[in-house]
């Protein structure tokens, strides 16, 4: 009886360990994270996006350089101001209006830094597109440029750069579209593995780590 206990316990020991979904585990964390999956508009006029913090202004006055695309009813507009500094940083106005109209009514502002260019220095998108039709489906897609340490205390020349996609939602919503996210990063490594140097690169180069991470992400191995 006891041998037979025993059996028991060792075959569904087995039969769990090959049945369970490897979905169950916890999914590893990718070092690439958005600052924000969704980007809400806060009622009329313009406003920093919650934990933004800036002494500047966030409005829509003269001298801004917007970029206008078309979605359904209305249109959408970005400034990109810089980038600044060490860090390249970039504060971006975000905003949409009615198809008549050739300022945006309302929108948040945001920075963003582009640091991980330092590793890319050659790629497709030049300059970085921050509106674009990616799925070709006739509206334009929100594309937030961003950088991600690929190690702890990480230098400035150890970040790699990534492209968070965004699809309006409604009005004064947007929201992260992961499967677009996942397809520009999938671009973005291949652009790093076609530098002409990328075979003599040392296996723990900033940009074999980018483009490793990248793929990861690409590919669901970690999650954000």
Known sequence: MRASLIALIIFM???WAVALPTADFPQAACPMRPKHLEIRFQGHGFKWLPGEESGDRCNRNAGKKWTKKAFKTHNLFVDAEGPSGRSRLWKLTIGTARHSRTK???????TTSTAGWRTLKQYGRVPLPWLEDLDHDGEAELIVWDSFPLREDASMAEYGLIAWV???RSKDLFVIDRVLSRRMASEIAQAYRSQ??????????PAKAAAEALERFADERCGI
């Open 196 to 205: 002409p140097e990328f075979a003599n690169l040392s296996p723990g180069s």
């Open 166 to 168: 965004y699809r309006l």
């Open 104 to 110: 945006p009514d309302c929108g948040v502002c945001m």
């Open 13 to 15: 020991t087995g039969f």
